[in-house]
């Protein structure tokens, strides 16, 4: 799995930056999606829609001020489990959820500036996000006819919540509430504090491979666009330490410079504030696929499917 990641990220990699990679991405999803819609959409072929309920699980990845080269010694733990609904020849949609975990740290990092800093953080992440998927190849009606090999493309929004944290000699600390960028500080050119819930922007690529009549496997590569450069607690500048020792105590001003050797000087570069972080959650999947009718909610007759029935766009 490991390698499919390393090939398909090296790809995305080779594009100019972050901003252009996701709106590239986008784009070219969003192009597809509305390139199929207008050609199919005169199309008056029935479509029989169908459900599925799934398990993934899988490795968590971070790109960021700790990670810039996307080392994959930090790989973590991610699961994740999904609704989904396929309403259409090439269109469904699905809520998803994930849990996972992301770390880091300035010990294996090649810049010799950036090792020195020393920093290092983990971070639970739990996300709930709605995608939307496109089917490259198309879907046959109803879920038994469901093609042996599909493809497709996502992209939707989501809201995360995640917490940054450090450690000094085995005790854990949140990081965020001890404001180690100046945060807590009233006086001063600092920012504000950061918001541990936040909105993400999921897309990616994946495949499903169909088992037997009712259950899929998938292999998907997701990635997260964040809107925040504080996933890693580092984005800016060292404060003033006398001042943050004083609002907040030692550990603050210990978890904020862990300089090897000497202390960093107040407003000397801690991050880069220009880039936002990102992670990235790469799994397999399992999905068991139904109609809605099987459990009585609408009726299990053929007519009663009928009635949910959707023009094939």
């Not at 992301?102 to 995608?131: C, K, M, P, Q």
């Not at 050797?261 to 504030?273: C, E, L, S, V």
Request: aromatic share 18%.
């Amino acid at each position: 799995m490991k390698f499919i990641l390393l090939w398909l990220y090296n790809s995305l990699k080779t594009m100019t930056n972050r901003a252009f990679r996701l709106n590239f991405s986008l784009s070219t999803i969003l192009l597809l999606m509305m390139t199929t819609f207008s050609n199919d959409v005169s199309s008056q072929t029935p479509f029989e829609p169908y459900f599925g309920i799934g398990l993934s699980a899988g490795v968590s990845n971070y790109t960021g001020d700790l990670n810039e080269n996307f080392n994959y010694t930090y790989s973590q733990y991610g699961v994740g489990a999904h609704l989904s609904c396929i309403f259409a020849s090439h269109f469904g949609a699905r809520i998803a959820f994930y849990n996972g975990e992301v770390t880091a740290t300035d010990y294996y990092n090649s810049n010799v500036a950036n090792r020195a800093r020393n920093l290092a953080f983990r971070s639970g992440i739990t996300e709930i996000g709605i995608h939307f998927i496109y089917n490259v190849f198309g879907r046959k009606s109803g879920f038994l006819a469901r093609s042996n090999l599909t493809p497709y493309l996502f992209a939707g929004v989501a809201l995360f919540h995640f917490n940054p944290q450090d450690s000094i000699n085995g005790q854990w600390y949140d990081l965020q509430p001890l404001g180690t960028e100046g945060q807590t500080m009233f006086s001063g050119n600092y920012p504000t504090k950061y918001s541990l819930t936040q909105a993400c922007i999921p897309f990616g690529v994946g495949v499903s491979y169909r088992y037997n009549g009712s259950f899929d496997f998938g292999l998907e590569l997701g990635f997260r666009k964040t809107f925040t450069d504080y996933l890693d607690d580092i984005s800016g500048y060292y404060p003033d330490e006398a001042i943050l020792r004083a609002n907040i105590g030692n550990i603050s001003t210990d978890l904020s410079d862990r300089t090897a050797g000497h202390r960093a000087k107040t407003g000397a570069p801690r991050g880069n504030p220009t880039t936002n972080d990102w992670y990235i959650y790469t799994n397999i999947s399992v999905t068991y696929y139904f109609y809605w009718g099987q459990f009585g909610v609408i009726g299990g007759s053929k007519h009663a499917r009928d009635c949910w029935s959707f023009p094939e766009w």
